[in-house]
């Protein structure tokens, strides 16, 4: 079984992977607080840890895969205090918390099915955890490291830090977050401002609440992650993913929840995605440069001069290491989905080959530097360049300028297209028949219907846009009485 070096975040260096079990692997990513619409910000750790699940699964790994949804806890700021962002959505929307939970959901789904994101092994919730948690706090109390003040508990990082390293994954430092933390209105139940909340009572009208040995109240945000993560892949698990922006507090508090509890740590490898960028800015809602994925897929944000397909978005996002900062701009789409389109061009190349006595190309090399490039903490770019530098050999084949044996173009086909679609995710946009094609059909009913409700809101401006920009792609819309119908041309 080829190894696997990754870049571990607890460490600070690339590790030869070794699984606990072999060939067993238990990964858990953290998955979305589902509020909101899904946006490139979720696209970026959904696609590479589908890209690790993938390539683990490739290598002969037998692999448990929990991504979680947050459904509960997660507060407007990461100091405890303000409203849980779900509660709020379905205040303003006037639903039932559930009602807004799985209607956001849903929609992440379908985006994750349009960019072929594999499902997880297992989608535990944390609504659905609040038993675990709670035992989970008895045990952090029992072991001295929580205190109780209102109904509401409170890890003690101070207490902790004196036995254990609170700052072990982030590198911060106690005195430099006593320094540097404010004291917020309303936080006089902490010892100290930055002690993060593992229950807290809920207020009279708030809406999710559940009964506790401490008051009828909710989970911290960080609890469900340390609950859900042992419950499903056992203490110590393999790997533990997700963005770099939850590296601290998020993770930071999960291993000190674990030791709290435990006296060990829970995670043997943790791996962290690298932020997003448009244009050379970060993303944010008042830089108004927040782009949702169904955004992306339309075209309809402002920033965007068309609409990029789920394959070119993904596609895009493995053109860069995990571990690097990717900018999003115009440009560098439609040079991605140029790229995209002759990498799948050359795949249908290679049908038209016709095998030689002898070969003048060596399929060796093609496998050879794949594995190298992906072995080396999952160095996507570098695996692409060389099936690029293969694009090139596939149409000199083509073309009848080199040759190839029988066995080599069986070989170099089974390959190619092993990375291409197994291990890099990616899917033939144009070939009809295919399990695209039923992406495809989904793809155009979803844009039919948002215009359908841009019409009913009497948004005609982007209801039209989007019937223009279905048209420059070849699709005919038909409207009827109660609906619609297309085709392409």
Same mark, same amino acid.
């Given at each position: 079984m080829s190894q696997i070096a990754i870049y571990n975040t607890l460490t600070r260096k690339k590790e030869v992977f070794e699984p606990l079990n072999p060939p067993h692997v238990g990964l858990y990513v953290c998955g979305p607080t589902v509020y909101g619409d899904p946006h490139l910000g979720h696209a970026r750790p959904a696609i590479t840890f589908d890209l690790l699940f993938r390539y683990l699964k490739h290598l002969g790994y037998k692999v448990r895969y929990v991504r979680n949804i947050t459904d509960v806890g997660h507060l407007e700021n990461d100091a405890d205090e303000g409203e849980d962002k779900i509660a709020k959505k379905a205040r303003l929307e006037q639903l039932e918390p559930m009602e807004v939970v799985q209607y956001y959901t849903d929609r992440y789904h379908s985006a994750m099915k349009l960019l072929n994101v594999l499902p997880p092994s297992i989608e535990p919730r944390a609504s659905g955890h609040i038993i675990e948690q709670i035992e989970l706090v008895k045990k952090i109390i029992d072991n001295g490291f929580a205190y109780e003040r209102k109904g509401s508990i409170y890890f003690d990082v101070v207490k902790y830090n004196k036995k254990h390293n609170y700052g072990i994954l982030s590198g911060r430092n106690i005195d430099d977050l006593m320094a540097n933390t404010r004291q917020l209105d309303g936080q006089d139940e902490k010892q100290n401002p930055f002690d993060f909340a593992l229950w807290k009572k809920a207020s009279p009208q708030h809406i999710m609440r559940w009964p506790s040995p401490w008051s009828e109240g909710f989970p911290g945000w960080h609890l469900e992650c340390s609950a859900m993560s042992t419950k499903y892949l056992g203490e110590p698990f393999d790997i533990h993913g997700g963005g770099m922006d939850l590296l601290f507090p998020h993770h930071e508090c999960e291993i000190a929840q674990s030791v709290a509890a435990n006296g060990k740590q829970a995670v043997r490898y943790w791996m962290h995605n690298n932020m997003i960028t448009i244009n050379g800015q970060k993303m944010g809602k008042s830089l108004g440069n927040f782009i949702t994925l169904e955004e992306l897929f339309t075209g309809t944000h402002r920033l965007l001069e068309q609409a990029y397909s789920p394959m070119t978005i993904r596609f895009f996002m493995l /053109? $860069?290491? @995990?571990?690097?900062?990717? #900018?999003f701009s115009n440009e560098a789409l439609q040079a991605a989905d140029k790229g995209l389109a002759r990498l799948m061009a050359a795949n249908r190349q290679l049908d038209r080959i016709k095998p030689s006595a002898t070969s003048s190309v060596r399929v060796d090399?093609?496998? &050879?530097?794949? @594995? &190298?490039?992906?072995? #080396?903490d999952l160095n996507s770019p570098v695996a692409i360049a060389v099936l690029? #530098?293969?694009?090139? /050999?596939?149409? %000199? %084949?083509a073309e009848g300028k080199e040759t190839i044996s029988e066995s080599d173009l069986h070989e170099l086909k089974s390959f190619f297209r092993t990375v291409i679609f197994d291990i890099l995710g990616l899917v033939d946009e144009h070939t009809s028949g295919s399990k695209h094609a039923e992406l495809t059909a989904k793809l155009v009913e979803m844009l039919l219907s948002m215009r359908m409700e841009a019409k009913q809101r009497k948004d005609f401006a982007t209801s039209d846009r989007i019937? #223009? &920009?279905? $048209?420059?792609?070849?699709v005919i819309v038909r409207d009827r009485k109660d609906g619609f119908d297309w085709e392409l041309e």
């Open positions: /053109q $860069a290491q @995990y571990r690097s900062t990717l #900018d090399l093609l496998k &050879e530097k794949v @594995y &190298e490039a992906l072995n #080396d690029f #530098d293969w694009v090139r /050999q596939i149409n %000199l %084949l019937r #223009d &920009e279905l $048209a420059k792609l070849g």
